[in-house]
């Protein structure tokens, strides 16, 4: 295992629902990441926290807020989200910030995901 | 503006043949280049980076890759494939600039490796 954990693995929402994704990273990292991976499409980055302050909002929908309470624990909290929503979303943790560009210890540790399907 | 472009959705190769899965990229500035590989129901797995110096940089699992800045290429190699190597590659890339630099990754390529 890669040392990132992510609850639930499967989540099944109604539009109107609020649900909250959870990920921890147990590597001493200093940064953590949320992506959304569709079928047949680019991994899409969403949000990047460092040092548990947030360095990158890739214009994502305000359905989808993130939180970063300490550099461990990354949430990703869902409301009213659409059918197009429905997709495996990854979290990932990096010991380097992506700021510092060093390349020495950016590569990223990724959970095993939560497959989310919005009825 | 930057991307990767990963021209095979899918390779196939016989098991015991050399395999390459393809990359190019186009960054401004000069590229950090890394492969992941994803495995079924499983997050991507780090494979191997490319950051300055040697070519050909080896990674996990027998897998090598060769940066050629001419071509803008990165294309992952194993000498002989095996079957358990069946599974989605992605390559990525990043600017070297200063601050804070995003990753971007390329939409996968499918390996199957056919006993």
């Known amino acids: 295992e890669t040392g990132v954990t992510q609850t639930p693995r499967h989540l099944v929402m109604g539009m109107t629902n609020k649900k909250s994704l959870k990920c921890e990273q147990h590597l001493g990292h200093n940064a953590m990441y949320w992506y959304k991976q569709s079928a047949k499409k680019p991994l899409e980055l969403m949000f990047v926290y460092s040092l548990e302050e947030r360095v990158e909002n890739n214009s994502v929908p305000s359905r989808f807020s993130p939180e970063c309470p300490n550099s461990s624990h990354l949430f990703l909290h869902l409301h009213t989200l659409q059918p197009e929503d429905s997709a495996l979303y990854l979290c990932?943790?990096?010991?380097?910030?992506?700021?510092?560009?060093?390349?020495?210890?950016?590569?990223?540790?990724f959970g095993p995901g939560t497959r989310l399907t919005v009825l | 503006a930057q991307s990767v472009a990963q021209p095979e959705d899918q390779v196939n190769v016989a098991e015991g043949n050399p395999l390459t899965v393809k990359c190019t990229y186009s960054v401004s500035g000069n590229p950090y280049l890394f492969w992941y590989v994803q495995y079924p129901n499983r997050g991507l797995q780090f494979l191997l980076k490319?950051?300055?110096?040697?070519?050909l940089v080896k990674g996990s699992y027998g897998f090598e890759a060769e940066f050629n800045k001419s071509q803008t290429s990165f294309h992952l190699k194993k000498p002989s494939a095996l079957v358990s190597d069946s599974a989605l590659y992605f390559c990525?890339?990043?600017?070297?600039?200063?601050?804070?630099?995003?990753?971007?990754f390329g939409i996968g390529t499918k390996l199957q490796v056919i006993p």
């Open positions: 990932a943790s990096s010991q380097e910030p992506p700021f510092r560009g060093t390349g020495v210890s950016d590569e990223q540790f």
């Open positions: 990525a890339v990043r600017d070297q600039g200063r601050g804070y630099q995003k990753v971007t």
């Open positions: 490319y950051i300055t110096g040697d070519n």
